[in-house]
């Protein structure tokens, strides 16, 4: 299973995981929430700075991608990595990644200038599309 680990307090980051559980017919991601109280402590070993400054996935033998490359790969693990494939060729690439680093040091005034909420007080990927939930749909 990927995890991805995301913002809980970034409207934008929510919506995005939203998405991409609602898509996970197959439960191939679990998304985790690095804001969540008891993180740091189920976590030690990652380095909360780094996921806070842009979005992580841990693959299932332990590698841990980053940035566009991370969203690349949960969007290709619930079936719609050609979303993103095209940021990843060689010169898009580049720009692509600019582009996200800007995003994510700014998603909270994106987020606002986007949704008209800035932070969420406790922002919840929404879990009934997991498991059992995905098979009725």
């Not at 969007?75 to 692509?96: C, N």
């Not at 406790?122 to 997991?130: G, H, L, Q």
């Amino acid at each position: 299973m990927i995890k991805i680990f995301y913002d809980g307090l970034c409207p934008l980051c929510q919506a995005e995981m939203n998405a991409l559980k609602k898509r996970d017919t197959h439960n191939a991601l679990q998304t985790v929430d690095i804001q969540s109280p008891d993180f740091v402590q189920a976590y030690p070993q990652l380095d909360w700075q780094a996921l806070n400054a842009r979005i992580h996935a841990m693959l299932p033998d332990g590698t841990v991608v980053t940035g566009l490359d991370a969203t690349h790969i949960a969007w290709k693990a619930v079936g719609r990595g050609w979303l993103y494939a095209p940021l990843r060729w060689p010169v898009i690439r580049w720009f692509a990644d600019a582009a996200y680093t800007f995003f994510a040091k700014h998603r909270y005034t994106i987020s606002y200038w986007l949704t008209g909420k800035k932070r969420c007080e406790r922002c919840v990927v929404d879990t009934s599309f997991d498991s059992d939930e995905n098979k009725r749909r």
